[in-house]
């Protein structure tokens, strides 16, 4: 005995060595983690955020570990004491319960934006049909009400799991069933009992609470509880929790008088119930009952998720009649000026190559991406691409990739880089309006540096000993020094200890070139910012640059987004979205500003809960609201989902009469879906253009466009209207467009003798353009040479009715199209010394080209030098 008393002695000892320095070092690497966090959320005034978000997990992880630490002592309880009646009685270890709830509660606790919806709930002022409930309930109250019940089922299958292993040890001699029954204690008896019984409660409780979960089932016609639901399944959930209550209380009844052998029976008669009830009945009731009268049985609920997925998908369009005259002019082209001048034929992939190529000017920086945004240049509202200048130290050549260079040298990007998006120079590039490095140009930037970006990844350390790089000039580099106020301060030895071992640098301590005033950045890539800041939103995939009063921003469109959403289709993998919040961050000092445009319930709970973090779109500047846009990501889910839930009849709806699907259109040669786009133009009934966001609808398994959906930017910001063509009226849509284009013989072989001489043509986005009651379809035509990287616009093709054409510039294809001219910009001419002078370089670059055996080079200066002689001898003739 003394033996055995010391060998557990030893063991204990061991296990203590071995457990309290591991659970020593988790616990300091969380402290390091919380604090070094902490500090973040400080520099940035936003503390009280980190403590609110910190504190709900506290709460939760503290009531589930008490919870499970008392549940699961409480079992070893009552397996202690009925061990007491035993030969051989055996403890359970004191700290197998503490792991086990430390376990259970660190997992819980993830749920804490489940709790925070639970306790800061606010209603949808909409109630069910079924139930009457206000939806609130399924969205903020019901999950983590499962989820609570998940947790005490976690905690029973742990129970059962340790007492069925340990009465298996105990009674490890038995032989026999009957043996096992005459020697188990009373005690055992009802602890048994009660466990069993815990199954039945529970699953009672879950055939209650899935009654509710009814309305977001796939079984009927919508998403959403149906006929046969209502009427058979909701019922018969009822039935099954109540008997599975009552067969809980017969359970602790047999097992209070040691008779097991009724149990089973319990648990086959349950299952039996459960297949009658949910399976076979309503099995037989859909096929002999509803579907041979589903649509009278069904139109009730349909017209439920009709209206429930309008409205959780803010589907509130305004319908409008578009009578497509076909009635434009020269006169109609004049008067639309302000939508002719901003048509976008410059697509965002090509001029990304172009971007590049002209204006990344270095190897280490880099453009990630081309936007779309609108400005006033020269008194005109005007429509940009827009882009900024990152600078990546991963671009750096191996051997400058130094510690010195990547976190104290090399820290931030510079400027933006701009065209109209019709704006196209001689040579067929881009009119940069912003350019170079320092920017210039006709928007004045005051901070052009990109310390915060899309590529910025790496953490740095400003305000140093040593000076940052800021721009290449001529030969040498300008140096700089931070001037702002992002980062955390580095004004301690302890803080310089603690981020060293954060980021496994100890040059954190070793530098001499940091100091007491250097300031550490770190979580500088936007999208990680934002999301650290506020984990609960979901974040746009594109986020956008914007030049406000002088600085730069980046503007991030934020969503609510839920998955239980009563009678909501599910898209894919929720069933309701709003776009409440746009976040600007600075991108000198990296500074957040979340901005409410939209009080919807879900923002309403989340302001509750962090009022700190939001700022109310009244505080929002006139500048920074002229630069919020409708964003593409929620326009493709709306129109995805409004293409089948425009239909307002019931009876349409169920036979699927009036479908619509996305066009597709020829992008690079390949059919691909229509990407919604940005325009500027002025809306029937209107008399002024505005910013907008649109995209043509086409009935499904056909190509003719039905009608056009658009999203407003400007004053009446997120107002959705739909224009329907009428009934019976041929609109030609994209790819009959396409079709008529493949087959302009004159178009044919232009693009078959570009591609003879080793260039590659490139069709850019088929723009579906309404003005004034009639549709204008422009494509603009790209060309770049097999062993070059620089698109080139050599053409635009306009349809209008049945006239095509296809010119160098949109305004001579105007021009072809409308048989006169209508009024084009004004454009300087060439002068004859500049002409000569440009067939002298072009002359030169095509014989440079055929020293070098390019012949792809020299066809093409070859076809421009042709171009330009034309010009000369035109210019000579007048």
């Known amino acids: 005995m003394v033996d055995r008393i010391e060998v557990v002695t030893v063991n204990r000892k061991i296990a203590l060595f071995l457990i309290v320095p591991i659970a020593l070092l988790i616990s300091l690497s969380i402290a390091l983690h919380l604090y070094t966090e902490y500090l973040w959320f400080k520099s940035l005034n936003l503390e009280s955020v980190f403590m609110a978000i910190l504190c709900y997990k506290l709460i939760l992880f503290t009531a589930s570990f008490v919870t499970a630490f008392v549940l699961l002592s409480l079992n070893r309880f009552a397996l202690q004491r009925a061990s007491y009646e035993f030969a051989e009685p055996l403890k359970l270890p004191f700290w197998m319960d503490l792991s086990l709830a430390l376990v259970v509660a660190l997992l819980f606790s993830r749920t804490w934006l489940q709790y925070v919806y639970f306790t800061n709930a606010v209603d949808f002022d909409l109630k069910d049909p079924i139930f009457g409930l206000d939806a609130s309930f399924y969205v903020f109250k019901l999950p983590f009400i499962q989820t609570i019940l998940y947790f005490f089922l976690a905690l ?11 009465y298996a040890y105990v009674f490890r001699w038995v032989k026999s ?352 910012r934002v999301s650290t800041i506020a984990p609960f939103l979901v974040y746009d995939r594109d986020p956008y640059i914007a030049v406000i009063d002088g600085r730069q921003y980046w503007i991030i469109d934020s969503y609510t987004t839920l998955d239980k959403f009563p009678y909501s289709a599910k898209y894919p993998t929720f069933n309701y979205v709003r776009n409440p919040v746009k976040v600007f961050v600075d991108t000198y000092n990296g500074t957040p500003k979340f901005y409410v445009i939209q009080e919807e319930p879900v923002i309403k709970v989340l302001m509750k809960a962090f009022p700190d973090l939001f700022i109310s779109a009244d505080k929002m500047g006139r500048e920074e609201k002229a630069h919020i846009r409708y964003p593409v990501d929620l326009f493709e889910v709306q129109a995805h989902i409004y293409a089948t839930f425009h239909m307002d009849d019931a009876k349409t709806f169920y036979n699927r009469e009036d479908v619509w699907e996305i066009p597709q259109e020829v992008l690079e040669d390949e059919r691909v879906e229509m990407e919604p786009y940005y325009v500027i133009l002025t809306l029937p009934g209107n008399d002024k253009p505005e910013f907008l966001l649109m995209l043509p609808f086409t009935p499904k398994g056909r190509d003719n466009i039905i009608a056009w959906l658009a999203a407003r930017c400007d004053e009446e910001y997120g107002e959705l209207r739909l224009y329907e063509f009428p009934k019976g009226q041929l609109i030609y849509g994209p790819m009959q467009i396409e079709a008529r284009i493949d087959q302009d013989p004159d178009i044919s072989k232009l693009f078959t003798l570009w591609g003879q001489v080793g260039s590659k043509v490139i069709r850019g986005n088929l723009l579906v353009i309404p003005i004034e009651n009639s549709i204008l379809y422009i494509e603009p035509i790209y060309l770049r040479a097999v062993n070059a990287q620089i698109p080139e616009l050599r053409g635009v093709i306009v349809v209008y009715k049945d006239v095509l054409a296809m010119r160098p510039t949109l305004d001579e294809a105007l021009i072809a199209v409308f048989g006169e001219e209508a009024k084009p910009e004004v454009v300087e001419e060439e002068s004859v010394q500049e002409l000569v002078r440009l067939s002298v370089d072009l002359y030169n670059r095509a014989m440079e080209e055929a020293k070098a055996g390019n012949w792809s080079g020299f066809g093409e200066a070859l076809e421009k030098l042709g171009d330009v002689l034309s010009k000369l001898n035109q210019t000579a003739g007048r």
């Open 177 to 528: 069933f009957d043996e096992l029954k005459d020697s188990f204690p009373q005690t055992a008896y009802i602890h048994v009992s009660l466990l069993i019984a815990g199954i039945f409660i529970f699953i009672a409780a879950y055939f209650y609470l899935a009654r509710f979960d009814l309305l977001t089932s796939p079984h009927g016609a919508v998403m959403g509880a149906g006929y046969t639901d209502v009427h058979v399944r909701l019922p018969a959930m009822g039935l099954i929790a109540a008997l599975s209550l009552l067969f809980a209380g017969i359970c602790v009844y047999l097992g209070y008088k040691r008779n097991v052998d009724a149990m089973p029976l319990l648990f086959i008669a349950l299952v039996a119930v459960i297949l009658i009830s949910i399976v076979a009945v309503p099995a037989v009731v859909q096929k002999l009952k509803v579907e041979p009268n589903e649509l009278a049985k069904e139109e009730e609920y349909i017209r439920y998720g009709i209206d429930f997925t309008r409205f959780a998908y803010g589907l509130n369009v305004k319908k409008m009649y578009y009578s497509a005259e076909d009635n434009l002019s020269v006169d109609t082209i004049e008067r639309n000026r302000g939508t002719i001048d901003n048509i976008r034929i410059w697509d965002h992939r090509p001029l990304l190559s172009v971007y590049r190529q002209m204006q990344q000017i270095r190897t280490y920086y880099f453009i990630n991406d081309v936007d779309v945004d609108r400005y006033y240049i020269d008194g005109r509202y005007t429509q940009l691409m827009i882009t900024a200048r990152e600078l990546s130290t991963e671009l750096l050549s191996p051997r400058a990739q130094t510690w010195l260079n990547k976190h104290l040298i090399f820290t931030h990007g510079y400027g933006v880089v701009a065209s109209p998006v019709n704006s196209v120079t001689k040579e067929g590039l881009p009119d940069l309006i912003v350019e170079d490095i320092p920017p210039k140009g006709k928007i004045a930037i005051e901070r052009p540096e990109i310390y915060y970006g899309e590529l910025t990844t790496n953490n740095v350390i400003v305000k140093t000993k040593q000076k940052e790089f800021d721009y290449p000039l001529g030969e040498g580099n300008v140096l700089t020094t931070y001037n702002g106020s992002g980062g955390v301060k580095l004004d301690s030895y302890f803080k310089k200890l603690i981020f060293s071992i954060k980021f496994g640098d100890v040059k954190f301590l070793l530098s001499d070139y940091v100091t007491a005033e250097s300031s550490l950045m770190f979580h500088r890539n936007i999208i990680d």
């Open 156 to 166: 029973l299958i742990l129970a059962i799991t340790i007492s069925a292993a340990y």
